[in-house]
């Protein structure tokens, strides 16, 4: 069965800063890799997705992926204190129909 | 933005009650998904479904039961409440096509037995 891990489990911030969060997974033949967003008392969102080696960008997120270390991280570029949430790792099986979700990095951006 | 309503939003159950989680979808989604959150644990998938009439077993299944009576309709149901399933359940669905693989999740239902 899929494993999946974040690390680190919290992280507080200052304003404007770069923050890199981190996701292992344990199987190399999984197809997606998504990071959600999670508010207090809300369901997740879902921010950036990736499928393939290499990285990808959207706005002020940016998600590396490497398949040969089953690594993948997110980078916020110039945090917000809206961005305190805690971040989901989820990693879906073949077919895209099964998605594993590690435990969560609790992030506290200090304005 | 697809929408997913959990009802109840809050309930306290006593230990071997019978407890009914429900879940709507307005956005003919296929797949729909259940899952509880525990601090620690993150999202664990107890049940999932593609098509109405049909369920499948997640990775924690047990003690739970689920029922898919049409596209937009999904039930989680705990026959004999304990108090180790009190936690926060999480309806989700699943997009395709523009959407891709997303899952929209509902805003929670939390489950406290006592």
């Known amino acids: 069965q899929e494993k999946v891990q974040q690390s680190p489990e919290s992280l507080i911030v200052p304003e404007g800063a770069m923050v890199s969060l981190n996701c292992s997974f344990s199987?190399?033949?999984?197809?997606s890799i998504w990071w959600y967003q999670q508010h207090p008392g809300k369901g997740p969102k879902a921010l950036i997705?990736?499928?393939?080696?290499g990285n990808k960008k959207e706005g002020r997120l940016t998600v590396y992926l490497n398949r040969a270390s089953l690594h993948v991280s997110l980078h916020i570029k110039d945090s917000q204190p809206s961005d305190s949430a805690v971040y989901l790792c989820a990693v879906s099986n073949t077919g895209n129909y099964k998605y594993v979700f590690g435990a969560g990095t609790r992030l506290k951006v200090i304005a | 933005e697809a929408a997913v309503t959990q009802s109840p939003r809050s309930k306290v159950a006593v230990t071997g009650g019978k407890v009914t989680l429900s879940c709507h979808q307005t956005?003919?989604?296929?797949?729909m998904y259940w899952y509880r959150q525990d601090t620690g644990h993150g999202l664990r998938l107890i049940h999932y479904s593609y098509v109405a009439d049909s369920t499948e077993k997640g990775d924690i299944p047990d003690g739970y039961k689920a029922s898919r009576p049409s596209q937009e309709n999904f039930s989680l149901i705990l026959e004999l409440a304990s108090l180790s399933q009190t936690a926060v359940y999480f309806c989700?669905?699943?997009?395709?096509?523009?959407?891709?693989?997303?899952?929209?999740f509902g805003e929670g239902s939390r489950l406290i037995v006592v």
């Open positions: 989700a669905s699943r997009g395709q096509g523009g959407s891709g693989n997303t899952l929209y």
């Open positions: 997705s990736i499928f393939s080696n």
């Open positions: 956005n003919n989604h296929d797949y």
């Open positions: 199987d190399s033949a999984s197809q």
